[in-house]
C-alpha cells in the first residue's frame, strides 16, 4: 500500500484499477472531467478501454454493453450527464447488472462551473432505485468505488457512486493500492484490451411486458436484500457517544468533514451518524441512533431528502424528536464549518464566533470568465451583433455561453447541451422573428442532430451556426468525433458537421473561417433571408489549443 | 506549530494556482502534518477568479477554510487580493501580489491599493506607515510584493510569480512550511525541464 497525496479523481482512477476495470466510458464535465482523461492516458498500458463517447447516455450504453459482455465497467459524467442518460439508466436497474459498474456522477453545489441548475443527482436513487453512496473525501473516493464494485459483484447491481465538487477536487494523503503500470513488461504498449463474452440472456437483458413487471418485483427484492447490507456496512459509522443533552448530528458527504470541524471548534461532544448510503438507507441504524435523542440536526447540501426520510422513521420510533435542517442549513450552495458551526451555537446557546471583516469593504466587482485572446467565437459573436442586433440570440453548452456575458450580452435563452436549436426551432414556429443559435462542434454532436432534423422535418428557418473549434475546449481540450482521434489516441475519421447537416437534409449550408470577416458576415445575411433552415460552420481552431500545439511542436 | 493553518489563495485562472496548492499539500505531507485542500477548476482557465483552501496541522477535518477562518490570505492579483477581504478574519495576513489584470467595469489600480490602505487601517496595523506598492515588510497584516513583474524582469517568465511568493512566504515565516520540505515538493511536483525556472523563482523570493 502505497500513502500520497491525491485528488478525488485521482482515487476513483486508482480504486477502479485496482478493482479490476476493463472499461470506461464518459463525456466530460466538470468536476468529473479528470476522470476519464487520466483512463486516457494511462488505459491502453493498463489492458484497459477507454472512451469519451458521444454523450453520457451513449457512454451509459456502452458500458451496459460492456457489462453483458463480463466486463467490468466504469461511467464517468457530472451532474447533468445522469439526466441524458436516465433513459437507460432505469431499465438498467430492472435488468442488473451482468459484469460490476460502477457509475460516477459528480454535482456542483454552488454552480462553480454549471450553468443549467443548480441539481441534486441524488434523487435518482429514488426514481431508478439504484444503490446509491456519497463519499466526503479522496481516501472515501478510493475506499467506497472498490466496495461499489464489491456490491455491484455481489449484487448484480449498478452502484453509482455520487460525489460534489468539493469532493472530486480535494486533496488528502490517500491509502491506496497502486496498480498503475507505467509500461508493460516488455516495455512497450500491452498489446490491447481485455475481451469479455457476451453469452444471450434475453431473460435478463429485455425489458419488455409481461416480463417487465416480474422484473421490477425482482428489483424490489433485491433492493431489501441491499438495505440488509447497508444496516451492516461500516461506511454508515457513528462517532462520539450520547451525551446527557441528548443532541445528535446525521449528516452525509463532505458536510460530515465540515460538522466535524464545527464541533472541534465549539468544543462540542456530540454524537454524529455519517451515512456512506444515500440509498437504500440503513433504517434501523438510523431508528437506533435517534431513539434516545430530544434533538437531532441533519447536516446535508442542497435539497434535505435524509431530513425527509428522518423524519418518517422517528414518527414511528420517537415522534417527540425535535428534527433540525434545512430551516438552519440553507438548501442553496454549499456548506462549510461556519455555517455548521452558526447552526450549532442556535441550537445549543454555545458560542461560535466567526472575525469578520468583510463588511467594512465595497464588494469589488465580478470578474466574468472572458472568451481568450484570439478566441475564433469572438468573430462570429461580433458578426450576429453586427448584423442582425434585432434576431433572437440562442445559446447552448460551451465556451461560447460566456456571449450572455458583458460586454457581449448576445443570449437570450441558455438551457441544456443542444436545446438551443430545439428552443430555436419553436420560436421560429410561434413568431416571425428571426432566430440564430450557437452550438459548439462538441454539443453538435452529443445533442444537436435531432433539433436540426426536427427544424428540416417540421419546416422552420432558425440560423445554426456551429463554432467548429476543432475540439471540446469549455472542459478542457477533450477530443469528439470532429477531432479525428480518440480518448486512447487511436486515429478515427474526422466528422464534419457541414456533410451531417447535408445529410439531415439542411439544403443552406456554408463552411468557412470566420476571420474572414466579409464573407462572414454577407453568409449570415444571405441565409437569414432564408424560408429554411441553414447552417453556417465557422471552422477555426480554439486559441489555446493553437498555442500549445505550437509550443509542444 | 500547534495550531492548524488555514490557506486561501485567491487569483485569475493561468497563473499556476493549481501548481502552488499541490507543492504546498506535499510540502505539509513530507513535514509529517494532516493535510487538505480543495480547488476549483472549470471555466477558471478563462481569466475567472479562482479560489483554492489549503488546511494543514494535527488534524484536519474539512478542506474548505469557512468566511473569517484564514491565516492567511495569498492575493495573486491584486483586485482579487481585494475581493478576497470578504474572506478574512481580525488574524488573518495578506500576501498580495501587485500584478494587476483589469477588465470592463474593472476597478482603477489606485483605488484597490486605497481600498486595501484603508483595510489596514482598519486592522490596527502593526506596521509603521501606511503600506503602498512598496513599502510594506513581513511584520505588516498586509504585505504588497510586485512577485509577477520581479519574475518578469528577473527570469523572463510571469507565471512563476506564485513560487516566488511562496519563497517569500517561507523565508519570513508567514507560512510554516521548513524550506527543505518545500524544495523537495517542487522537485517532486514540477515537470523536470520546468524545474530549475522554478527553484530559482523560489529562491529568489526566499532571499527578498
Known amino acids: ?553 | 506549530m500547534d495550531k492548524n493553518f488555514s490557506v486561501i489563495i485567491k487569483g485569475v485562472g493561468g497563473q499556476g494556482i493549481v501548481t502552488l496548492v499541490s507543492i504546498i499539500d506535499e510540502a505539509a505531507f513530507l513535514d509529517g502534518y494532516d493535510v487538505r485542500s480543495s480547488e476549483l477548476h472549470g471555466l477558471s482557465q478563462r481569466e475567472g477568479s479562482v479560489e483554492a483552501h489549503i488546511k494543514f496541522g494535527k488534524k484536519i477535518y474539512s478542506p474548505l477554510v469557512y468566511k473569517g477562518q484564514a491565516n492567511l490570505i495569498i492575493g495573486q492579483e491584486l483586485l482579487e487580493g481585494l475581493r478576497s477581504v470578504a474572506l478574512a478574519g481580525a488574524q488573518t495576513k495578506f500576501l498580495i501580489n501587485t500584478f494587476y489584470l483589469p477588465f470592463i467595469g474593472s476597478v482603477k489600480e489606485q483605488e484597490i491599493l486605497d481600498e486595501l490602505n484603508k483595510l489596514s487601517r482598519l486592522q490596527s496595523n502593526r506596521g509603521s506607515s501606511m503600506p503602498t506598492k512598496s513599502a510594506s515588510g513581513p511584520k505588516d497584516k498586509l504585505i504588497l510584493v510586485p512577485a509577477s513583474k520581479i519574475c518578469l524582469e528577473k527570469l523572463g517568465k510571469e507565471v512563476v510569480s506564485s513560487i516566488y511568493l511562496l519563497g517569500y512566504a517561507v523565508a519570513k515565516k508567514i507560512m510554516p512550511l521548513k524550506k527543505e520540505f518545500v524544495l523537495q515538493a517542487i522537485k517532486d511536483i514540477i515537470p523536470e525541464k520546468h524545474l530549475e525556472l522554478n527553484i530559482k523563482a523560489f529562491e529568489l523570493g526566499y532571499a527578498r
Request: proline share 6%; with cysteine.
Open chain 1, 1 to 553: 500500500m502505497k500513502k500520497e497525496i491525491l485528488l478525488g479523481n485521482e482515487a476513483i482512477v486508482k480504486a477502479a484499477l485496482s478493482s479490476g476495470v476493463s472499461f470506461v466510458s464518459g463525456y466530460p464535465g466538470c468536476p468529473a472531467a479528470e476522470i476519464g482523461e487520466e483512463f486516457g492516458k494511462i488505459a491502453e498500458k493498463n489492458g484497459v478501454y477507454a472512451e469519451w463517447s458521444t454523450n453520457e447516455k451513449v457512454a451509459l450504453e456502452a458500458a451496459i454493453g460492456a457489462s453483458f459482455s463480463g466486463l467490468k465497467s466504469l461511467v464517468n459524467m457530472k451532474s447533468f450527464g445522469i439526466n441524458v442518460c436516465s433513459d437507460s439508466l432505469l431499465p438498467l436497474a430492472y435488468t442488473g447488472t451482468k459484469a460490476p459498474m460502477v457509475i460516477v456522477v459528480a454535482d456542483d453545489p454552488s454552480c462553480w462551473s454549471s450553468a443549467q441548475t443548480e441539481q441534486n443527482s441524488r434523487a435518482y436513487a429514488y426514481l431508478s432505485h439504484i444503490p446509491m453512496l456519497e463519499p466526503a473525501d479522496p481516501q472515501e473516493c478510493y475506499d467506497f468505488t472498490k466496495l461499489a464494485f464489491e456490491m455491484s459483484e455481489k449484487f448484480n447491481t449498478p452502484v453509482i457512486l455520487r460525489t460534489t465538487t468539493r469532493v472530486n477536487h480535494q486533496k488528502m494523503p490517500v491509502i491506496f493500492e497502486d496498480c498503475v503500470k507505467e509500461f508493460s513488461a516488455q516495455g512497450g504498449p500491452a498489446s490491447g484490451w481485455k475481451k469479455g463474452e457476451f453469452v444471450k440472456n434475453p431473460r435478463q437483458f429485455c425489458t419488455m411486458p409481461p416480463r417487465v413487471l416480474e422484473m421490477k418485483a425482482e428489483l424490489l427484492e433485491k433492493t431489501k436484500k441491499i438495505s440488509a447490507f447497508a444496516e451492516r456496512s461500516v461506511i454508515n459509522k457513528i462517532s462520539g457517544r450520547p451525551t446527557s443533552a441528548q443532541f445528535g448530528i446525521i449528516t452525509s458527504g463532505v458536510a460530515h468533514l465540515h460538522a466535524l470541524e464545527a464541533l472541534d471548534e465549539a468544543e462540542l461532544k456530540v454524537p454524529v451518524l455519517k451515512l456512506g448510503f444515500f440509498y437504500p438507507l440503513p433504517e434501523k441504524k438510523i431508528a437506533k441512533f435517534i431513539k434516545g435523542l430530544k434533538r437531532v440536526l441533519i447536516v446535508e447540501e442542497l435539497d434535505g431528502y435524509l431530513e425527509k426520510e428522518i423524519k418518517a422513521i422517528a414518527k414511528e420510533i420517537n415522534p417527540k424528536l425535535q428534527i433540525l435542517g434545512k430551516d438552519l442549513l440553507s438548501e442553496i450552495g454549499e456548506l462549510d464549518s461556519g455555517k455548521i458551526g452558526l447552526a450549532l451555537a442556535k441550537i445549543t446557546g454555545k458560542k461560535f464566533k466567526i472575525s469578520n471583516v468583510a463588511e467594512k469593504i465595497n464588494n469589488p466587482p465580478r470578474r466574468y470568465p472572458k472568451l481568450c485572446q484570439g478566441c475564433p467565437h469572438l468573430y462570429t459573436i461580433a458578426a450576429i451583433k453586427r448584423i442582425a442586433p434585432d434576431a433572437i440570440f440562442g445559446g447552448d453548452i460551451g465556451c461560447y455561453m460566456i456571449a450572455g456575458y458583458p460586454p457581449h450580452d448576445t443570449q437570450d435563452f441558455e438551457f441544456s447541451m443542444g436545446s438551443g436549436l430545439g428552443i430555436s426551432h419553436g420560436v421560429a414556429k410561434a413568431t416571425n422573428q428571426k432566430v440564430i443559435t450557437l452550438m459548439g462542434d462538441g454539443t453538435f454532436f452529443a445533442a444537436g442532430i435531432p433539433a436540426l432534423i426536427n427544424t428540416v422535418y417540421n419546416k422552420s428557418n432558425p440560423l445554426l451556426i456551429v463554432l467548429d473549434n476543432r475540439i471540446t475546449a469549455m472542459t478542457g481540450h477533450q477530443t469528439n468525433p470532429g477531432v479525428g482521434k480518440t480518448l486512447m489516441e487511436q486515429p478515427s475519421d474526422e466528422l464534419q458537421v457541414a456533410d451531417i447537416a447535408k445529410a439531415c437534409g439542411v439544403k443552406n449550408v456554408k463552411v468557412l473561417d470566420p476571420s474572414n470577416i466579409q464573407e462572414l458576415d454577407a453568409t449570415i445575411k444571405e441565409f437569414l433571408a432564408k424560408d429554411e433552415v441553414s447552417v453556417i460552420v465557422c471552422k477555426l481552431i480554439c486559441a489555446l489549443l493553437a498555442k500549445r500545439k505550437k509550443e509542444n511542436g
